[in-house]
């Protein structure tokens, strides 16, 4: 294009102050193109040489006194400091120094936690030494400003609740993650508002989302079945959120929250879409007591009000046409959960919504001229229609007639699809 310039402009069909401004967006954008590799490989700069002197120390770590291991141990932490200070005061609007001093020093505070309780053979296990990281690590977000060390600090934090959660269950408990994310989200409000379009701040649209989906699961105890609740009104908020008006000119692929609420509401209907579930529910004989008194309620309450209170406020003056379905399937889920404590109708409503989540999808892709949309709609009724074929007494020469009219349907509506974007295009 810059090449080309010369010529429009001889040719008239550009002045030269339009060329000059293409010139300056160019440059700005290549300007923008080198900071993030320069970002890219000052971070990976300060990870090699961490894991080089780790290296090195650990070679000769059994021949070393007990006095020399400790020196070492606060060594890598004494760096990352005298770097993050130089990055604060000598480099304030320099990215690259920033991200990279600042990664550099949690992971330096990692090491000599665990050098420390090996030299000193302090007892503990993994839970706490990740707590203990986090926790020593979160103030490096505010004061650097790293959105690097605050994706690690996610991930962290996320392991620390799977740890303490998933693998000690039904024995430990982690409410502390929860205080640990709220730490954070400030950073993450502030990297929302100011930089947009940053690939820290895309990289923060998955995280949370991902972090909020792993860590949900771990409240589930006496009244496991109310955790799909939680889930459902979880991934309704996420789709809520991933339709705001902020998202709007963001690409598809930078929103997490649009695609994790859309599979995670989609995977749950499936996986309720047979009696399995709401066979346990009418037999359980699970009181009314028991339930209002449970966490798993509590939470389930406390999500569907916010999801409930922000759908309401982001749609009060749309129409029911502007509202996606994925928003507005935790209230229809919390319906036929209560369905389903009495009657088997819930399993084929479970069936008909997914079916009608389809042929929106379908419909709104359509709309949109979006193939992405579309195929995920045609995939949801492929799959259910599949599924389900698959529990019929069907032999094998009907069920593949009936996959090869849902694979002819899959490409005639692509084909119907391309022929009408090619027809606007042309207009």
């Not at 160019?26 to 080198?34: A, I, R």
């Not at 894991?51 to 650990?58: E, N, Q, T």
């Not at 919504?353 to 709609?377: A, C, E, P, Q």
Request: hydrophobic share 50%.
């Amino acid at each position: 294009m810059i090449k080309d310039l010369t010529e429009l402009i001889e040719a008239g069909i550009i002045s030269d102050e339009t060329a000059n401004k293409i010139l300056e967006f160019y440059q700005h954008k290549k300007d923008q193109s080198k900071n993030k590799l320069n970002i890219a490989f000052g971070i990976l700069g300060a990870l090699l040489v961490g894991l080089g002197i780790i290296m090195i120390v650990a070679h000769n770590w059994d021949d070393l006194s007990r006095g020399v291991k400790t020196c070492f141990a606060f060594i890598p932490l004494i760096i990352g400091q005298g770097f993050c200070g130089y990055a604060l005061f000598k480099k304030p609007g320099n990215i690259t120094w920033r991200e990279a001093s600042s990664t550099f020093l949690f992971f330096a505070i990692g090491s000599s936690i665990s050098l420390v309780g090996q030299i000193y053979n302090m007892h503990g296990n993994l839970s706490l030494f990740l707590l203990t990281w986090m926790v020593l690590g979160l103030p490096i977000i505010y004061v650097m400003r790293s959105s690097l060390v605050s994706q690690l600090y996610l991930c962290g934090i996320t392991y620390y609740a799977a740890e303490t959660c998933y693998w000690s269950y039904p024995n430990h408990e982690s409410y502390l993650y929860w205080l640990l994310l709220i730490a954070a989200l400030p950073h993450y409000y502030s990297i929302s508002k100011n930089n947009p379009d940053s690939n820290f701040t895309h990289y923060h649209h998955w995280l949370v989302p991902l972090s909020l989906t792993i860590t949900l699961g771990t409240i589930a105890y006496q009244t496991e079945e109310l955790i799909f609740v939680a889930y459902m009104s979880l991934y309704s908020l996420f789709s809520i959120i991933g339709h705001l008006d902020y998202f709007k000119n963001q690409k598809i692929r930078n929103n997490g929250y649009l695609i994790l609420g859309a599979l995670g509401t989609i995977s749950i209907l499936f996986v309720l879409s047979y009696d399995w579930y709401w066979e346990q529910l009418r037999t359980k004989n699970i009181s009314i007591h028991q339930i209002l008194g449970s966490v798993e309620f509590i939470v389930s309450l406390i999500i569907s009000i916010i999801a409930l209170g922000l759908l309401y406020i982001e749609k009060r003056n749309k129409t029911m046409r502007d509202i996606n379905p994925f928003e507005i399937t935790f209230i229809l889920f919390i319906l036929l959960f209560i369905l389903g404590f009495v009657s088997y109708l819930s399993v084929l409503l479970i069936n008909i919504l997914i079916l009608i989540i389809g042929v929106i999808t379908i419909r709104n892709g359509s709309k949109m001229g979006h193939l992405g949309v579309l195929n995920f709609g045609l995939l949801i009724i492929m799959v259910l229609i599949g599924c389900k074929f698959v529990d019929l007494n069907l032999d094998f020469v009907t069920k593949g007639i009936l996959f090869i009219l849902l694979g002819v349907g899959f490409f005639i509506t692509n084909y119907l699809m391309l022929k009408k974007r090619k027809s606007h295009e042309s207009k």
